[in-house]
């Protein structure tokens, strides 16, 4: 299709239709357009830059077409083009695309034979991507610059023309085993440090080697800065520079100005596009710190093997990073109760300990599991060596590594190699360096020869309490029979006279109601007796002292912390009021919340472990305080409540029935009152005591020692 130029009525451009085929072979973009912008013709050049073709372009106006816009704006520029009949700058347009261009034009104004504008002849050029390039460029400069400058390495750009000569002539003399004539040849390789020159170095360098400045060190060579030691490394850089490998980088050392040496990393690379050119980038980073570290970690790691081996605790180094792959997927899982759901997946136990390894062992653990070797013990999982008995410790332990707690330690029991069993305290040392590293520290200390001497001493103890209570038993049997032998020797005196005096024609009535009298008395005497050898049996009228109830609750607990570490019961307390007190025996009273706890402890070992809690709360209830123990076991049969406090009442097969009836008997001796109740989950018993309200000794009452009484209470 032939290009036709548009032309306003009256204007002649006798020159234009001869130029439109010159025009198109033009490789800048050429806009021909009328004083009020209409487009009158477009070379090729134009339609390719801006996306739109003749046909779309003629006759619009050129600004609205490609969006033209100027930072003055259009009519200054349009202005500055009338008053010189031409303008040259830059301004921005859009394509067809949408694409934002910075176009730089070059604008001519024509005019017709008269001196009036006719129309304005525009060439242009894009220079968006000329902007960009210019722009790579200086940011790959900036770049490089502040690399070279600002990293916290020495680098050096070295010419190293010289030394390419010198290894040309080696060439020409016939050398070809290269490697041999470099290691060799000291005068040869002497020669080619001191032709290696220093073209520039960044700060770094400066204060790495001690120079003065950059220009101290530009133009000069680096003989001094390769010692003898390290020359074998320049030499292997020789070398690869003939073979082309692109870079070496190795550890050595360098030496400083002042000829102190140091550690380096040392790394020459010939950047692509440099071959040829005869110069190299080299690289040095000071690595006498890592040396330094390097060293002391060494010495470190010697002296934590001798002490790993030399201490009498047997140690273990647990390999748990399967372990912990095993935590973490039950935690995507959603298990926060790890107890009940190994309780309801028991295989995941056995998972568990096939999954912890022994890693290392020390001296002493060798000889504690009678191993002949450590070999005996590596690369074993810890299930052989947990018996039944402390598979209740192991999974406190992985409760403890599950819930990340700081530390654990138990004593417990496992097996030797042999099969023998031991008792030992274990301790878990979870530090989370160690936890990083998938590892755990186990400490073991075998306490056998202890704990079978608490149990010797403990049946001694049970033994003597029996003889004891024997003793006791033949001394108040002996006490009881001394003492009613004589009115039992006087009843039966008194009642063989009666009855002889019955047996006579005549019966004295007097006489007989006088010997009646006499055996009530005798017998009212025995009686007394028998009462008062009880109540000293029983300790009646004991002495009592004011105690906080809260104090006197946390003593009595510290009797069965073991009781709840071996049933796996977790133990909640809260204390409503602790400022209340009583007046109370205080072992009494420890008696009694003794035998609750324990009886609850012993009854949760029906349930899982999930649900034994042993709650133990504190409240005031008016003018008496109350103490509860509460279990979470499967509570008392709603057909013994009523028969609980009797006497030799029991349901235990090896029970006696005393328990809770001697402490009814003392709470109620203490004026207060014994309860016991089902709370749908679980057991509830209360102690109901009189509440004692204490003041204060006045500020001037001062005690025995010299203090103020501040701290004693009266009732």
């Given at each position: 299709?032939?290009?036709?130029?548009?032309?306003?009525?009256?204007?002649?451009?006798?020159?234009?239709?001869?130029?439109?085929?010159?025009?198109?072979?033009?490789?800048?973009?050429?806009?021909?357009?009328?004083?009020?912008?209409?487009?009158?013709?477009?070379?090729?050049?134009?339609?390719?830059?801006?996306?739109?073709?003749?046909?779309?372009?003629?006759?619009?106006?050129?600004?609205?077409?490609?969006?033209?816009?100027?930072?003055?704006?259009?009519?200054?520029?349009?202005?500055?083009?009338?008053?010189?009949?031409?303008?040259?700058?830059?301004?921005?347009?859009?394509?067809?695309?949408?694409?934002?261009?910075?176009?730089?034009?070059?604008?001519?104004?024509?005019?017709?034979?008269?001196?009036?504008?006719?129309?304005?002849?525009?060439?242009?050029?894009?220079?968006?991507?000329?902007?960009?390039?210019?722009?790579?460029?200086?940011?790959?400069?900036?770049?490089?610059?502040?690399?070279?400058?600002?990293?916290?390495?020495?680098?050096?750009?070295?010419?190293?023309?010289?030394?390419?000569?010198?290894?040309?002539?080696?060439?020409?003399?016939?050398?070809?085993?290269?490697?041999?004539?470099?290691?060799?040849?000291?005068?040869?390789?002497?020669?080619?440090?001191?032709?290696?020159?220093?073209?520039?170095?960044?700060?770094?360098?400066?204060?790495?080697?001690?120079?003065?400045?950059?220009?101290?060190?530009?133009?000069?060579?680096?003989?001094?800065?390769?010692?003898?030691?390290?020359?074998?490394?320049?030499?292997?850089?020789?070398?690869?520079?003939?073979?082309?490998?692109?870079?070496?980088?190795?550890?050595?050392?360098?030496?400083?100005?002042?000829?102190?040496?140091?550690?380096?990393?040392?790394?020459?690379?010939?950047?692509?596009?440099?071959?040829?050119?005869?110069?190299?980038?080299?690289?040095?980073?000071?690595?006498?710190?890592?040396?330094?570290?390097?060293?002391?970690?060494?010495?470190?790691?010697?002296?934590y093997r001798e002490l790993f081996q030399a201490m009498s605790m047997g140690l273990l180094h647990l390999d748990t990073r399967r372990l912990w792959q095993i935590f973490n997927r039950l935690k995507q899982e959603g298990v926060t109760d790890l107890r009940a759901h190994l309780e309801a997946n028991p295989h995941l136990l056995q998972e568990a300990m096939e999954a912890t390894v022994v890693a290392e062992v020390n001296a002493a653990a060798v000889a504690l599991y009678r191993a002949t070797s450590a070999g005996d013990l590596v690369g074993k999982t810890v299930k052989g060596l947990w018996s039944s008995k402390g598979m209740r410790t192991f999974i406190r332990a992985l409760e403890s590594g599950y819930y990340l707690l700081p530390g654990f330690e138990e004593?417990?029991?496992?097996?030797?190699?042999?099969?023998?069993?031991?008792?030992?305290?274990?301790?878990?040392?979870?530090?989370?360096?160690?936890?990083?590293?998938?590892?755990?520290?186990?400490?073991?200390?075998?306490?056998?020869?202890?704990?079978?001497?608490?149990?010797?001493?403990?049946?001694?103890?049970?033994?003597?309490?029996?003889?004891?209570?024997?003793?006791?038993?033949?001394?108040?049997?002996?006490?009881?029979?001394?003492?009613?032998?004589?009115?039992?020797?006087?009843?039966?005196?008194?009642?063989?006279?009666?009855?002889?005096?019955?047996?006579?024609?005549?019966?004295?009535?007097?006489?007989?109601?006088?010997?009646?009298?006499?055996?009530?008395?005798?017998?009212?005497?025995?009686?007394?007796?028998?009462?008062?050898?009880?109540?000293?049996?029983?300790?009646?009228?004991?002495?009592?002292?004011?105690?906080?109830?809260?104090?006197?609750?946390?003593?009595?607990?510290?009797?069965?912390?073991?009781?709840?570490?071996?049933?796996?019961?977790?133990?909640?307390?809260?204390?409503?009021?602790?400022?209340?007190?009583?007046?109370?025996?205080?072992?009494?009273?420890?008696?009694?919340?003794?035998?609750?706890?324990?009886?609850?402890?012993?009854?949760?070992?029906?349930?899982?472990?999930?649900?034994?809690?042993?709650?133990?709360?504190?409240?005031?209830?008016?003018?008496?305080?109350?103490?509860?123990?509460?279990?979470?076991?499967?509570?008392?049969?709603?057909?013994?409540?009523?028969?609980?406090?009797?006497?030799?009442?029991?349901?235990?097969?090896?029970?006696?029935?005393?328990?809770?009836?001697?402490?009814?008997?003392?709470?109620?001796?203490?004026?207060?009152?014994?309860?016991?109740?089902?709370?749908?989950?679980?057991?509830?018993?209360?102690?109901?005591?009189?509440?004692?309200?204490?003041?204060?000794?006045?500020?001037?009452?001062?005690?025995?020692?010299?203090?103020?009484?501040?701290?004693?209470?009266?009732?």
């Amino acid at each position: 299709m032939p290009v036709e130029v548009m032309v306003p009525a009256k204007m002649r451009l006798p020159n234009v239709r001869a130029l439109i085929s010159a025009l198109d072979t033009v490789p800048d973009a050429v806009v021909i357009f009328g004083t009020d912008g209409a487009i009158l013709f477009v070379n090729k050049s134009a339609q390719s830059l801006y996306g739109h073709p003749v046909d779309a372009a003629q006759g619009r106006s050129v600004d609205e077409l490609l969006a033209t816009r100027h930072p003055h704006g259009l009519a200054t520029i349009r202005s500055l083009l009338l008053d010189a009949g031409e303008w040259s700058g830059e301004f921005f347009r859009r394509s067809s695309a949408g694409a934002e261009l910075k176009i730089g034009v070059d604008w001519t104004l024509e005019r017709d034979e008269q001196g009036a504008p006719s129309f304005v002849v525009e060439r242009s050029r894009d220079l968006t991507r000329v902007d960009e390039i210019a722009e790579q460029v200086r940011i790959a400069s900036h770049r490089y610059e502040n690399i070279f400058q600002a990293m916290a390495a020495s680098f050096w750009e070295l010419d190293f023309s010289g030394v390419r000569r010198m290894i040309g002539e080696l060439m020409q003399a016939g050398v070809t085993d290269f490697a041999h004539h470099f290691h060799n040849d000291e005068a040869w390789l002497e020669a080619a440090l001191r032709n290696t020159i220093v073209l520039d170095v960044n700060e770094k360098t400066v204060e790495m080697f001690g120079a003065e400045s950059r220009e101290a060190m530009i133009g000069g060579n680096i003989e001094a800065a390769w010692p003898r030691q390290s020359r074998h490394l320049f030499a292997d850089a020789l070398l690869y520079a003939i073979r082309r490998e692109p870079r070496l980088s190795a550890e050595t050392i360098l030496t400083r100005i002042d000829g102190t040496p140091f550690n380096a990393l040392f790394t020459v690379c010939w950047p692509p596009g440099h071959e040829g050119k005869g110069s190299v980038l080299v690289g040095a980073i000071d690595i006498s710190d890592r040396k330094r570290s390097e060293a002391e970690l060494i010495a470190s790691e010697a002296r934590y093997r001798e002490l790993f081996q030399a201490m009498s605790m047997g140690l273990l180094h647990l390999d748990t990073r399967r372990l912990w792959q095993i935590f973490n997927r039950l935690k995507q899982e959603g298990v926060t109760d790890l107890r009940a759901h190994l309780e309801a997946n028991p295989h995941l136990l056995q998972e568990a300990m096939e999954a912890t390894v022994v890693a290392e062992v020390n001296a002493a653990a060798v000889a504690l599991y009678r191993a002949t070797s450590a070999g005996d013990l590596v690369g074993k999982t810890v299930k052989g060596l947990w018996s039944s008995k402390g598979m209740r410790t192991f999974i406190r332990a992985l409760e403890s590594g599950y819930y990340l707690l700081p530390g654990f330690e138990e004593e417990t029991e496992q097996v030797r190699l042999d099969g023998t069993t031991m008792a030992v305290h274990v301790s878990f040392n979870p530090s989370p360096a160690l936890r990083a590293e998938g590892r755990l520290l186990v400490g073991l200390i075998d306490i056998s020869e202890r704990v079978a001497a608490e149990a010797a001493l403990a049946e001694l103890k049970e033994t003597f309490a029996h003889h004891t209570r024997l003793a006791l038993l033949g001394e108040m049997t002996a006490s009881i029979s001394h003492e009613i032998n004589q009115p039992l020797s006087a009843i039966m005196t008194y009642g063989a006279a009666g009855r002889r005096m019955l047996e006579r024609t005549v019966v004295d009535k007097e006489k007989l109601v006088v010997i009646h009298d006499n055996i009530i008395a005798d017998a009212r005497r025995a009686a007394d007796v028998i009462a008062r050898t009880r109540n000293m049996a029983t300790g009646k009228e004991a002495d009592k002292a004011v105690m906080q109830v809260a104090a006197l609750v946390e003593d009595s607990l510290r009797f069965v912390e073991h009781e709840l570490k071996a049933n796996s019961v977790r133990l909640e307390k809260a204390f409503a009021d602790d400022g209340a007190t009583v007046a109370v025996d205080p072992v009494q009273l420890q008696q009694v919340l003794v035998n609750l706890s324990v009886n609850a402890i012993q009854e949760m070992q029906k349930v899982p472990h999930a649900r034994r809690v042993l709650m133990v709360r504190t409240r005031v209830e008016g003018e008496h305080v109350a103490i509860e123990v509460e279990d979470r076991g499967l509570g008392v049969p709603a057909e013994n409540l009523p028969r609980l406090f009797d006497t030799f009442f029991t349901t235990k097969t090896t029970g006696l029935g005393m328990g809770l009836a001697i402490c009814k008997q003392i709470v109620e001796a203490h004026g207060g009152k014994l309860t016991a109740d089902n709370t749908g989950s679980g057991a509830l018993f209360k102690a109901l005591l009189p509440r004692v309200q204490v003041r204060p000794l006045p500020e001037h009452v001062v005690s025995g020692d010299g203090t103020r009484g501040a701290g004693n209470f009266r009732m």
